[in-house]
């Protein structure tokens, strides 16, 4: 990456913005569930570190290390979420149904924001990746197994999230859940001529008609 700010560092906070929203969100959840969030997060801050707070990212950035910086603040907030969901789950598995409307409405509230509007398989694959964190560029979490006019079709090369989960003792399926569940209303919200799917051998598929 550059050692000077450039559109992908700005593109990039954003998705960190957008996971930050999200623990966010599970956090008020919690609050009106009556769960004893805010000791946890607490524990997490001081354990996996603080949020952005959403100042402008030029205010908070170490623009001596551009690079490293941006890849705490993914490592920050992956753990944090992962932690804070691990934790729900363990009061109560019933608790998942609820996390994933969570990220079903910010898969919607993420496509009424989005100002382009994608007609092809492709484009709908590069809108997914304008929000969701998939570590950074260079760490190509995705490979394109195919692509045509009526459908794309990736597989996850890269195991980026799972060490996270590891280390907080969670469970990865969950987080594919949560994730799948967020892309599929992202992508038929954006555009309802498209669908999502994930198929049992992991392969991802976005569709037309």
């Given at each position: ?52 707070g959403k100042h402008a ?96 079709v990736w597989k996850i ?22 994730r799948d569940a967020w ?27």
């Amino acid at each position: 990456m550059s050692l000077f700010l450039g559109k992908i560092h700005y593109w990039l906070y954003n998705k960190i913005l957008w996971a930050e929203k999200a623990e966010e969100e599970i956090i008020d959840w919690a609050k009106d569930n009556s769960l004893p969030v805010e000791q946890w997060i607490q524990q997490y801050m001081e354990e996996y570190g603080q949020p952005t707070g959403k100042h402008a990212l030029e205010e908070i950035i170490d623009q001596s290390n551009i690079h490293g910086w941006l890849q705490e603040r993914i490592k920050s907030a992956e753990l944090r979420q992962a932690a804070l969901i691990t934790k729900i789950l363990e009061n109560n598995q019933d608790y998942k149904k609820e996390l994933v409307n969570i990220f079903q409405e910010q898969g919607k509230a993420a496509a009424h924001e989005y100002a382009q509007h994608p007609d092809s398989p492709e484009g709908m694959f590069h809108a997914i990746n304008d929000f969701i964190l998939e570590g950074m560029p260079c760490d190509r979490a995705s490979e394109v197994l195919s692509s045509d006019k009526n459908e794309i079709v990736w597989k996850i090369s890269t195991q980026l999230h799972e060490p996270y989960w590891i280390q907080v003792k969670g469970d990865i399926k969950n987080f594919y859940d949560l994730r799948d569940a967020w892309i599929s209303s992202f992508i038929e919200t954006l555009n309802s001529d498209f669908s999502y799917n994930k198929t049992e051998d992991g392969k991802h598929i976005i569709k037309k008609g």
